[in-house]
């Protein structure tokens, strides 16, 4: 088999304008997007920076983020991708010995997606399994979250509006964010 050509996946997420998509295009893109990576092309979301990645998303209306959220073989897809990419942007230089466990809960018509953060060591590492009682617990809207992190909404007003909901140690839920260098 011959090795994959490479492709800046980022100049193709850039060249590719939601805007223009329909709902049903733009996660038909995603799902392309992740067929390629599955048959190791070497065009697949994973490929594609944090920077473009989330720009890519901050680009698509409500409507095709909903639709994207939706569905039942993507939505894990992003959401993995997402949770995996924040080791990568951890400050641990902002954490110092801290040690804290967070479950994600995103909720939605189609059930439930569960994940772990777990901030100790000087690291942090993700994970779908819980495996420790969390310092706190996030429950949202898995398009609200999407549009917390790209920057479309803003988090405190959202909390503030009942569409996000803590439950544990709130103070330490506000300065969550500022462990990582978002792009």
């Given at each position: ?36 990576g599955q048959v190791g092309t070497g065009v697949d979301l994973a490929g594609m920076r944090t920077e473009t990645f989330l720009r890519f998303l901050d680009r698509a209306s ?122």
């Amino acid at each position: 088999m011959a090795e994959p050509i490479p492709v800046d996946v980022d100049a193709l997420a850039d060249a590719i304008d939601p805007a223009r998509l329909d709902v049903g295009q733009f996660v038909q893109v995603i799902a392309v997007l992740h067929l390629l990576g599955q048959v190791g092309t070497g065009v697949d979301l994973a490929g594609m920076r944090t920077e473009t990645f989330l720009r890519f998303l901050d680009r698509a209306s409500r409507d095709q983020l909903v639709a994207l959220t939706e569905h039942p073989e993507l939505r894990p897809v992003v959401f993995t991708e997402l949770f995996r990419r924040m080791s990568e942007h951890f400050a641990v230089d902002r954490v110092g010995s801290q040690r804290a466990v967070v479950h994600w809960r995103f909720t939605g018509e189609n059930g439930e997606d569960r994940f772990e953060t777990v901030i100790a060591e000087g690291r942090c590492v993700t994970g779908v399994d819980p495996t420790d009682d969390p310092r706190v617990t996030v429950t949202i809207a898995p398009v609200d979250f999407l549009r917390a992190i790209t920057g479309a909404s803003n988090l405190p007003m959202l909390f503030l509006s009942g569409r996000v909901r803590v439950q544990g140690d709130i103070a330490f839920a506000a300065r969550l964010i500022g462990y990582f260098d978002l792009p």
